[in-house]
């Protein structure tokens, strides 16, 4: 027998404090079966200054549990249907890019997908290898010490990046389409772990690419496209 158990069968329960006669009844929860009497009696205080019933009080509670359950359930079906939107956009991009002929037709491919699917406003390719440069096209030859004084760790560790650009970065990487960059996405395109070339998503809107956002599917479009490259690199 608990000190507690022992306390509570003495005609005197004086010396009982709050968190003990807590911690008894989370061990004896069927204390008030067959007690409903004791319950209703039992008063607690309410938001609205009057004191309510232990059963009213257990059914408030409940009902704020279940209402909060309803909310996250919400949250994950509205999180599922946008994930199966955005796959399906994924793979309307990757079969653009696999009816390509050529690089050239990779490069097309990239401009006018990415625009149309992920609703960007320019897209780039910052060619490191002259191989992948296309004259006319939207890439365009790019130092790697330049692309790493922007985004380093894109180049050490082939990570992306996301956020607002600032504007004389944007000079030094973006040429023409710096005026309309207020935030970018850049991905890395590596071929044998190299990296060959950095795929840059441009939003007029400086909100529009945010460090914190996913990049999973950002990451596969570079994948792909980093695959693509292999006919001209290999």
Known sequence: MTKVDATLNEEDPQGLTAEEVAVWLEQHPEFFSGREALLKLMRIPHHSGQAVSLLEKQNDVLRREAGSLRERLHHLIATARDNDHLFMRLRAQVLHLLDARDWAGVLTALSQGLSRHFDVDR????????????????????????????????????????????????????????????????????????????????????EYFRSSMDTLFLNHVAEVTGRLARSVLS
């Open 123 to 206: 897209v780039q390719l910052l060619a490191l290898d002259e191989r992948l440069h296309v004259s006319g096209s939207i890439s365009q030859l790019m130092t790697e010490n330049t692309v790493r004084q922007a985004w380093p760790t894109l180049v050490d560790e082939h990570k992306c990046w996301c956020g607002a650009i600032d504007p004389d970065v944007a000079a030094r990487l973006l040429g023409d389409d710096a005026d309309v960059a207020g935030s970018v996405a850049a991905a890395p395109l590596l071929h044998q772990d190299r990296l060959v070339a950095v795929m840059v998503l441009i939003a007029e809107d400086s």
